[in-house]
């Protein structure tokens, strides 16, 4: 009950930001709300599963360029482009997963990080279509939604929170129930897992595809609310984003994703503002938070506050 | 008819036959113990039963059906259980939601939590159930791990050592608690403890070098003087 009232409050505080915020923070929240939803998708295979992924760019931007690549060449409608962008990712991770996880530790990691190369590297390939490097303007046609302008302020705002409190809700549903409680078991103990009769395997492969799949409905989302469909997305450092996000947030905690992905946001955002150097600020400050706070902020309010925080 | 029948089974490990064509049966609802000295190839036969390793050669039956393709889960799954020598917990989390995590595969909704604190109350663990498993004292880690194979409601239990690290009343609420148990589940136990083996088990297997020495009943193993020369390093040496 505490825990439902943890998380709708956010909610709820999120959508009345919504009417009080000045327009430049309004517009950055919309923006972190979906990298957020993307950190929620990360932290499911590697906060609550245990398995550290180097390649979720490759979802992430096989849900923006199912979405992009639908509207832009099959004239698909904003609706239908989301559902081929989710579609996309769910195929891809898959598999992936059906290939990847037939390695564990840094093996997995390795050959994730491979897979997202091999995709960002299609991408460039098929420069005719994707545009490659430079990548492309999403036609209005695509960012028109159930009559809505997603290119206004308002209801690009109301859009991300919509994708947020989806995932949002989808992840806290998921690690309460028996299927999210045997991948925290695997994450500390696979084998003993195994030895209690679950096959272990069929349920990393799940969760694998249940974070592409969310990964790719933040991606698509993203290219549709921001109006740019580009390479950059399916590149390295999108898939250390989002592992950034979520050690700062906390791993393994429902909310950390959104408070790791909104502090680096307001960091690099504050910090561009004092000085050219401000990656080194933002460095410290990564540095600091490990030190002091090995298990992220939200692991952090686990560890002294609240032992049951989901 | 036998529970569980092991035929010509085998092992290789680059060129060291750890266990080598072993035969092995146990009837339904007896205790066995199963002994010998380090490096017998205990553990090797009893991961080969269970599914962690997968044998060089030879056959492994449960129940009238050939097991020896299947995965470990899918064996577990037909109604062994299995409790590690390594005390292998999930140490991050509650005591109960360790047992329930173990139970969840027999019952689910209502039932649950009962078995669940059925399972604590008979290791006695009951008062601890929401306490972290990983700050538990080493015995009651023990004891946990047991209760996860209890809840189960396994028709093989194979308990591998698992007195190790027991205090002396600790070990004596694990005698009880198996005395209770026999004739409910059949019971496989790899022990070092003579005193536990002498006073639990209704038959006696002694492994050595990757070979079944003898079998008997307690009285008789004691009595064995190839058991005894496995033992002490062979009456050979001693003479000489």
């Known amino acids: 009950m505490k825990v439902l009232a943890l998380h709708l409050g956010l909610l709820a505080l999120l959508l009345a930001a919504h009417f009080l915020l000045p327009a430049y923070h309004h517009g950055n929240l919309a ?15 590697f906060g609550y599963t245990g398995l550290l992924s180097l390649g979720h760019a490759l979802f992430f931007a096989a849900g923006m360029y199912g979405m992009g690549l639908g509207v832009q060449h099959l004239g698909l409608g904003a609706g239908a482009g989301l559902l081929l962008g989710i579609a996309s990712g769910a195929v891809v991770s898959g598999l992936v997963a059906a290939l990847a996880l037939r390695t564990s530790g840094v093996a997995f990691m390795i050959v994730t990080l491979m897979f997202a190369q091999a995709g960002f590297l299609t991408i460039l390939h098929f420069g005719e279509w994707t545009r490659g490097d430079e990548g492309f303007v999403l036609v209005q046609a695509g960012r028109t939604l159930l009559g809505l302008d997603l290119s206004a302020p308002g209801p690009r705002y109301l859009a991300a929170l919509a994708l947020f409190s989806v995932c949002l809700l989808l992840s806290l549903a998921l690690v309460r129930a028996p299927f999210g409680r045997v991948l925290v078991a695997i994450r500390e103990n696979e084998e003993r897992v195994r030895m209690l009769g679950y096959d272990t395997q069929a349920h990393r492969f799940a969760a694998m595809v249940a974070s592409g799949t969310m990964a790719a409905a933040a991606g698509a989302v993203y290219g549709m609310l921001f109006g740019y469909v580009g390479a950059t997305f399916a590149s390295v450092q999108y898939s250390i984003l989002p592992l950034l996000w979520v050690l700062l947030g906390g791993a393994g905690t429902v909310l950390g994703p959104f408070i790791g992905t909104l502090f680096m946001f307001y960091l690099i955002d504050l910090s561009s503002g004092l000085t050219t150097a401000y990656m080194l600020i933002a460095g410290v400050a990564l540095v600091a938070l490990t030190l002091f706070a090995p298990q992220g902020i939200m692991g952090e309010v686990r560890r002294r506050l609240w032992r049951g925080l989901p | ?98 047992v329930t995590l173990a139970a969840r595969r027999r019952v689910r909704g209502a039932g649950l939590a009962g078995a669940v604190t059925q ?46 690290g027991l205090s002396d009343g600790e070990i004596a609420g694990f005698q009880d608690l198996v005395r209770d148990l026999a004739g409910e589940v059949t019971i496989l136990l790899i022990e ?49």
């Open chain 2, 1 to 98: 008819m036998s529970l569980l029948s092991v035929r010509g089974l085998t092992r290789d490990f680059d060129g060291l036959r750890a266990v080598d064509g072993v035969d092995f049966d146990l009837t339904p609802g007896e205790v066995r113990a199963l002994i010998g000295p380090n490096g017998a190839g205990k553990t090797t036969l009893v991961g080969m039963i269970a599914g962690r390793i997968v044998p060089s050669s030879g056959r492994v039956t449960f129940d009238g059906r050939d097991i020896t393709r299947l995965p470990a889960h899918r064996r577990m799954r037909l109604g062994m259980a299995y409790t590690f020598q390594i005390t292998s917990i999930f140490a991050g989390l509650s005591v109960s939601e360790n």
């Open chain 1, 31 to 45: 923006r972190v709300m979906v990298l957020a939803s993307y950190a929620l998708a990360y932290n499911l295979l």
């Open chain 2, 119 to 164: 399972a604590l109350t008979r290791v006695g663990l009951e008062g601890r159930a929401d306490q972290v498993a990983g700050d538990l004292a080493y015995g009651h880690q023990r004891l946990l791990e047991i209760a996860m194979g209890l809840v189960q409601r396994p028709r093989l239990l194979i308990l591998d050592e698992p007195t190790q």
């Open chain 2, 192 to 240: 070092h403890n003579m005193a536990v083996v002498m006073a639990l088990a209704h038959r006696v297997t002694v492994m050595a070098a990757g070979h079944i020495l003898a079998e008997g009943t307690p009285a008789e193993i004691h009595a064995n003087r190839a058991v005894q020369a496995a033992y002490l390093g062979g009456t050979d040496a001693a003479d000489r």
